[in-house]
């Protein structure tokens, strides 16, 4: 496969805005990604994507844009098990990023233990068909039994339909449990309503569950989109993400998803998504636990108090 772009690929924002909320010293930018660039890092032969390149300086770039001080750089699936991308952005950042790596069962106990020293601290599980062809339940679990020891945790990617079939594995695994985007929830039906009630009864019934309230760009259907300076963005996504925020507090996560992979109806305006954080985290503490005090003891732990 040629490393030019898939069809109907969207590059990142080029000049998002500043942003008005101004985000608490410490934040954590919990959930974005590099790609490539090809030239230097190829994308994985297997890949069901080719995206637009996304470096690590321009996520740094980004990040001291919009008043961020840390990252969590998930491995992105165009890249496959081929960490080096990630690596060489964890080695850059000086200390100011953690990283989720894809790993195989066949990794050595030696490579497990080199991630870990340059800073990965989870390993992601992805079950969406569309986007990965999705590694068996007993390799996924021999994975997370051999990061346990570590102290990482396993990230999930899944969408709303699926976790009803996947509740009893999940439930097996380990570690704690991070969930994308709140398993992905149809924000066109009731926050009351049975799909999203499963969702949130996995997560008080499961209390290594947590959930990242992050690509309310992903998510919404009715909008309006994160572009023109626009202040109330994402309207029908704020009720899921307040609910999730105000329910468990301190098992939540924030990210970008920089540079928002496999969008196809708009790029939002980066600055405008932080904008958006007070609608689902309306308090200085929740902000607070959501930006700063969540993903500093998961990731950075040795830094807590």
């Not at 969590?72 to 000086?94: F, K, M, P, W, Y």
């Not at 594995?169 to 398993?183: A, E, K, N, R, Y």
């Not at 970008?256 to 309306?282: C, E, R, Y």
């Not at 700063?292 to 003891?297: D, F, K, L, T």
């Amino acid at each position: 496969m040629a490393n030019d772009k898939s069809p109907g690929w969207l590059d990142w924002h080029p000049a998002p805005s500043r942003p008005t909320f101004v985000l608490p010293a410490g934040t954590v930018d919990a959930h974005c990604h590099v790609f490539g660039p090809g030239a230097q890092f190829p994308y994985a032969a297997e890949r069901k994507y080719t995206p637009c390149d996304a470096s690590s300086d321009q996520l740094f770039a980004l990040r001291d844009w919009l008043g961020v001080s840390r990252n969590v750089i998930v491995q992105a699936t165009c890249h496959g098990a081929d960490n080096r991308a990630l690596l060489a952005a964890l080695h850059q950042s000086e200390g100011r990023a953690r990283g989720v790596a894809t790993v195989r069962r066949e990794i050595s106990d030696e490579a497990l233990l080199a991630l870990h020293h340059a800073g990965v601290r989870g390993v992601r599980f992805n079950f969406v068909k569309r986007l990965v062809e999705v590694t068996s339940q007993a390799e996924l679990r021999e994975i997370a039994s051999r990061i346990a020891p570590l102290g990482w945790h396993v990230v999930v990617y899944f969408e709303a339909a699926d976790l009803a079939e996947l509740w009893d594995f999940f439930s097996q695994l380990p570690t704690i449990l991070v969930v994308d985007h709140m398993g992905r929830p149809d924000v066109s039906q009731p926050v009351d309503g049975e799909e999203f009630g499963l969702f949130l009864r996995f997560m008080q019934e499961h209390p290594n569950v947590w959930s990242k309230v992050s690509c309310p760009e992903r998510l919404s259907e009715s909008g309006p989109f994160a572009l023109a300076g626009e202040q109330a963005a994402y309207q029908d996504v704020v009720p899921f993400a307040r609910e999730v925020v105000t329910r468990f507090p301190d098992r939540v996560l924030w990210g970008t998803d920089w540079p928002h992979p496999n969008l196809k109806s708009h790029m939002p305006d980066d600055g405008l998504l932080v904008d958006f954080i007070p609608h689902i985290a309306p308090t200085a503490a929740l902000q607070q636990q959501l930006l700063v005090n969540n993903p500093m003891r998961l990731y950075w732990p040795e830094l807590v108090l």
